[in-house]
């Protein structure tokens, strides 16, 4: 076990920095330049807040397609939630909808047999991607955590939410959890839908339909969010989503704001943020607290806070539930929301998708739910955390021995 966590440890430590802010109109270009995806100009985007809002959206779209529908997750759990999304699905391709389908083969291994037999009967076609058995352990590592819905190539949804029933409601108690989703329309659903097809090829889809021609929209200046899509697989590097997170943080000027619950940094990140504050950047941190699906992570987690408070980020656990929420917001201006957390399973290991946001619009929505969540969680103080119990500190020690894995 050291070997293997000595072999996972990151070669070095990336030392980006950005002469681009944030809130310069050629940011997007500059990273883009960078990551090797393009710019969309004209996008809209929706925040979707916790379970009712989000699934009633998404349902919403599947019953009124069309032509065709895409959808991959990393969770598809036996319940409700799932139980109306399959009968939706059958439905949709009993009308004709051409309907695929990708789930992860770790995460949604509890999807009943008789919901796969409803699909496969309805001619909906699914695929596993990466399916556990006694021959591929050896990729048992590498799982897809993207979340993505594209209905008739004009709408698509990204964001932390699964099909799963602790999801459900408005994140009221410790039963059902906080997060957010983004409804996307405009140029970028074309990138969205093409980290689909890349995923259902490689899952042993038969062949990708060809998609929707680019819109004119794209090679005009169009007024709006200019985004870039970003989806990264297993690498051994800096993947692209790592990369626009690091991006994104050495263009900060005045503020950083990121939610995630999971928050397990590795050399790369902690310089960068160590960097940000040393530019005077505010940055403050929320992330889940005592309520969360992983306690080690969580415990991981923790052994970096003592660092982090000293050089002045500012960090608050959600209090009511799980907070699940993927999101950054730099400057007002800028933001990036998708699947990644901010550990190395979600920067290194896993196949990811986030979206860069050029848009105050999109950044002041966030910002607004950050603030209210924020009302809803505990701040830590360095000196009362450095009080906090033996017990705990060893406990996060331990854990923090297997960040890498997180």
């Not at 699964?162 to 999801?167: E, K, Q, R």
């Not at 409601?169 to 409804?183: E, F, K, L």
């Not at 297993?234 to 997170?245: D, E, H, I």
């Not at 941190?285 to 415990?299: F, Y």
Request: aromatic letters at 8%; charged letters at 25%.
């Amino acid at each position: 076990m050291a070997g293997l966590l000595w072999l996972l440890q990151d070669p070095r430590t990336l030392q980006v920095r950005s002469p681009v802010a944030a809130s310069d109109p050629d940011f997007p270009d500059y990273v883009a330049s960078l990551i090797g995806a393009p710019v969309t100009s004209g996008d809209t985007f929706d925040v979707l807040q916790n379970g009712d809002d989000i699934f009633a959206a998404m349902l919403k779209a599947v019953e009124g397609a069309q032509r065709r529908i895409s959808f991959e997750s990393f969770i598809y759990s036996d319940g409700e939630i799932s139980a109306r999304f399959t009968q939706a699905f059958v439905a949709a391709a009993r009308r004709g909808v051409d309907v695929r389908i990708v789930l992860d083969g770790y995460g949604a291994n509890d999807l009943p047999a008789a919901s796969i037999s409803q699909l496969d009967a309805a001619g909906v076609r699914l695929v596993w991607f990466n399916n556990v058995r006694a021959w591929s352990l050896d990729r048992v590592n590498y799982r897809t955590h993207r979340k993505v819905l594209v209905v008739d190539g004009t709408v698509a949804f990204t964001g932390g939410v699964g099909l799963a029933d602790h999801w459900r409601g408005t994140a009221q108690d410790p039963d059902h959890w906080r997060d957010t989703q983004v409804s996307v329309r405009g140029p970028a659903v074309r990138a969205l839908e093409a980290s689909f097809y890349e995923n259902w090829i490689e899952s042993g889809g038969a062949e990708a339909p060809r998609l929707d021609p680019e819109p004119a929209e794209q090679r005009q200046a169009t007024p709006g969010a200019r985004s870039i899509v970003a989806w990264s697989n297993f690498s051994g590097g800096a993947s692209n989503v790592k990369l626009l997170y690091l991006l994104s943080i050495a263009a900060a000027r005045q503020s950083i704001d990121i939610q995630s619950p999971y928050v397990v940094l590795d050399s790369s990140l902690r310089w960068s943020l160590d960097q940000a504050r040393s530019r005077g950047v505010r940055v403050r941190l929320l992330t889940d607290g005592d309520h969360t699906d992983a306690g080690p992570v969580k415990a991981a987690s923790r052994a970096g806070y003592d660092a982090l408070l000293a050089r002045g980020v500012a960090i608050a656990e959600f209090a009511p539930t799980m907070m699940h929420v993927k999101a950054m917001t730099v400057d007002g201006t800028w933001s990036v929301v998708g699947t990644a957390n901010l550990d190395n399973r979600s920067l290194e290991l896993n196949d990811e998708l986030v979206v860069g946001v050029h848009d105050p619009v999109l950044a002041s929505t966030l910002k607004r739910a950050f603030d209210a969540d924020l009302g809803r969680s505990t701040a830590l103080d360095l000196e009362r955390w450095r009080n906090r119990p033996l017990w705990r500190r060893g406990q996060e020690r331990f854990w923090s021995l297997f960040g890498e894995l997180f």
